[in-house]
């Protein structure tokens, strides 16, 4: 099952400071809006989104419909049906995106250890 990009979403205090800091390492802001607090940050193909007052915890993404850059994929696994497959290996999600729909969507579930893990689809 590809579950699509992968990235690390960090829960961050202060936007900017993470964005200097995280610059340093050598990323580079690739897409979102400080000003609305949240930037996604690449340094090869690492991805991390820095949002500041949107998650609680640090929070592992996929998305499907979407390569390392963030472009549209032709073919992709939809959001509800990777829902599916997860709900009937027995995992209980923490949301769901709404079975039917079409489009963006996205839902989540909780590891074992209590780590976020959001599947949100944006095309």
Excluded: C
């Amino acid at each position: 099952m590809n579950l699509g990009a992968f990235s690390l979403s960090l829960a961050v205090k202060d936007i900017k400071a993470s964005k200097d800091f995280y610059e340093k390492l050598g990323f580079q802001e690739i897409m979102g809006d400080i000003e609305q607090n949240w930037l996604i940050l690449k340094n090869g193909d690492q991805v991390i989104g820095l949002f500041q007052g949107m998650f609680d915890r640090n929070t592992m993404t996929f998305n499907p419909g979407w390569d390392g850059n963030a472009s549209e994929l032709k073919e992709y696994m939809d959001v509800r049906e990777i829902q599916g497959k997860l709900k009937a290996a027995g995992l209980e999600l923490a949301s769901e995106v709404e079975p039917g729909s079409q489009g963006p969507g996205s839902f989540m579930l909780i590891d074992p250890d209590g780590n976020p893990i959001l599947f949100d689809q944006h095309v």
